[in-house]
């Protein structure tokens, strides 16, 4: 398959990674928008939001459990975070394949631009 993050996933593709397990990988954004920020991503190959399944609810649960361990573990949790998820065109998504951006160590904006 063509996607970028299934390579990352199968090592086609190096990437830094910072968590892996049999249902998810993290690993450093490479164009980070913040002190920390990471990507979460599933495994299994789903390309957008709009593509979630109901046999895919407990595995897209483990993308922000994953994401606050990984912000404790870099000792970010309590001071705060920001998480996202982009769909589609004017979500701004590029990469499809569902992720979720966690990111830390500085204060974020509201509403998101
Ligand atoms: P999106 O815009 O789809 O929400 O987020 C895609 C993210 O993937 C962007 O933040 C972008 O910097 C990141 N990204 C794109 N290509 C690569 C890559 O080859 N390696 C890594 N580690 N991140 C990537
Ligand atoms: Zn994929």
Redesign the pocket.
């Known amino acids: 398959m063509d996607c970028?993050f299934c390579k990352?996933i199968n090592r086609e593709?190096p990437?830094?990674i910072v968590y892996e397990d049999d249902e998810v990988l993290a690993?450093?954004?490479?164009?980070p928008q913040a002190p920390t920020h990471m990507?979460v991503i599933p495994k299994r190959h789903i390309a957008t939001l709009n593509d979630i399944e109901e046999r895919d609810l407990s595995l897209v649960g483990r993308l922000p459990q994953t994401a606050a361990k990984l912000a404790k573990e870099q000792g970010f949790a309590d001071e705060g975070y920001r998480v996202v998820m982009?769909c589609n065109e004017n979500g701004?998504?590029?990469?499809y394949h569902i992720?979720m951006?966690l990111m830390g160590g500085r204060r974020f904006t509201w509403p998101a631009g």
């Not at 690993?27 to 164009?31: A, L, R």
């Not at 701004?92 to 990469?95: F, H, L, M, P, Y």
């Open positions: 970028l990352i593709i990437a830094d690993f450093k954004d490479i164009d990507l982009n701004g998504q590029t990469v992720h951006h």
